[in-house]
């Protein structure tokens, strides 16, 4: 079975730059989460959706970040402009379903903002 | 809101020995999950090991177990027979009974050395 995949691994932007992330779960399951990890600090979910609806935003700075999942598959995350506190790991993991209590992992991507 | 808490950022441990990991929680929930997600180096997390709140015995995976303290709101991870593959980022992570979001501690980096 193949597992959550991510690109790119890494990326290097300037500030008030735009950038985009793609995530694919593995097939079949139905909730995608995208966290973002500062340095130094645990996983912060960003959203989360349930096929291509959002479940959780509410800790997605909405006035630069945007994502996606159009047809319930695979999905972006974007920032535009990104900051300087942009600068983390994000990644993205899926579920079978809500109530699955087991989160697979991608490998995420590390965004570094100078 | 659950809060997450890991009060020591570094551990180190011999290969071969029993280490402890810490993890205190707060919540005003009665039914929820734990979880201990290991992240080594090349970043891809994984969960190590899962524990219901409504379980009174302890859960055990392998060389992995934990200390399930409800009343004292902790949860450790024990490591036995620490192997050179243990070295990583293990996180601690809740979640209520309905809904799938993980609340992260900060992490402890533990290194096993030989």
């Known amino acids: 079975e193949a597992g959550v995949a991510q690109s790119p691994r890494y990326k290097i932007i300037e500030k008030r730059q735009s950038v985009a992330f793609w995530c694919n779960p593995i097939?079949?399951?139905?909730?995608l989460y995208w966290y973002q990890q500062i340095l130094g600090q645990g996983p912060k979910l960003l959203i989360q959706?349930?096929?291509?609806?959002?479940?959780?935003d509410s800790q997605l700075p909405k006035d630069r970040f945007s994502a996606e999942r159009l047809k319930g598959v695979d999905s972006t995350l974007k920032i535009q402009p990104a900051k300087l506190e942009d600068s983390a790991v994000y990644l993205c993991a899926s579920s079978q379903d809500r109530s699955s209590y087991e989160q697979y992992f991608g490998p995420g991507t590390r965004l570094t903002v100078t | 809101a659950q809060t997450v808490t890991q009060s020591q950022p570094e551990m180190s441990v011999q290969e071969a020995e029993t280490v402890t990991l810490s993890c205190t929680y707060d919540t005003s929930e009665n039914n929820y999950y734990l979880f201990w997600y290991k992240q080594p180096p090349s970043r891809q997390m994984i969960l190590v090991i899962r524990q219901e709140a409504y379980k009174q015995q302890n859960a055990t995976e392998n060389r992995f177990s934990v200390n399930f303290q409800k009343a004292a709101k902790s949860f450790s991870l024990k490591i036995s027979d620490s192997q050179l593959g243990d070295t990583a980022m293990y996180f601690c992570a809740f979640r209520m009974e309905y809904g799938n979001k993980l609340v992260f501690g900060a992490g402890t980096i533990l290194r096993v050395k030989s």
């Open positions: 097939s079949g399951h139905a909730t």
């Open positions: 959706f349930q096929n291509n609806g959002v479940v959780d």
